[in-house]
């Protein structure tokens, strides 16, 4: 089982919809989940962060993070097609300071 | 304010030769990491400092890698006889401390031919 999971997608919704983005990790000491987005040809962004159980909202971002189940999520609310990009997410695992990324899942937003 | 910055942008150099790529971190993050990202691929981690010491050079390739770090701040990652398999762009990262957020510079598009 590969440490960080994400589907590569593409993931495809229309302009305005609910995008739901999805990232399981494999150790349970896991502590940071952060998520980043990439343009094609461009460097990746930092989005959201996320440290708790429960969610985080910032804008038309919501992190969510369920350490239970060791998923953690990012919900994109009226989506833009300016929002289509890769999506990574990236997790901390407990006693490390060297975050383990995702391979990514590609968003299309389509008008 | 600044963000972490890189030089060059683009690099294209032939086999054999010696690269050094810059980076200039978020002033008074103490902690920068070097990855590699090839066509289409994910992030490749490479190396990390805190400070000016790397505690953790695991994902470094091949013993013609090396990246040291000055002052706590401005870091060289230098590639010494280059292979085209080193053809990637490679990516600098700072966070204000180890295990924070990561912002990351606009990265070095290297090209061997």
Redo the contacts between chains.
């Keep these: 089982q590969k440490e960080v999971e994400q589907n590569s997608g593409p993931l495809s919704v229309p302009e305005g919809a609910i995008a739901s983005l999805n990232c399981t990790y494999s150790d349970r000491g896991s502590q940071s989940f952060f998520w980043y987005r990439q343009y094609s040809g461009k460097s990746p962004e930092l989005i959201m962060f996320i440290y708790s159980n429960g969610d985080k909202e910032d804008g038309r971002f919501t992190a969510q993070l369920n350490k239970a189940s060791q998923y953690v999520s990012l919900l994109i609310r009226d989506s833009q097609p300016s929002d289509s990009a890769t999506y990574l997410c990236a997790v901390n695992r407990g006693g490390s300071y060297i975050p383990t990324f995702g391979r990514g899942t590609s968003l299309i937003v389509h008008p | 304010g600044a963000g972490v910055s890189q030089s060059p942008s683009n690099k294209v150099t032939e086999k054999g030769k010696d690269v050094e790529l810059r980076c200039d971190p978020i002033s008074g993050h103490t902690?920068l990491?070097w990855y590699r990202q090839s066509l289409g691929q994910?992030?490749e981690?490479l190396i990390?400092f805190?400070g000016n010491s790397a505690?953790?050079k695991s994902g470094l390739p091949s013993d013609r890698f090396s990246a040291e770090r000055t002052g706590g701040s401005v870091s060289t990652l230098t590639i010494q006889r280059t292979q085209q398999e080193d053809s990637a762009?490679y990516?600098c990262a700072s966070s204000y401390q180890?295990?924070?957020?990561?912002?990351?510079?606009?990265?070095t598009r290297l090209t061997v031919t």
């Design positions: 902690a990491y994910g992030l981690f990390y805190q505690p953790d762009v990516l180890p295990s924070y957020e990561q912002y990351f510079g606009p990265g």
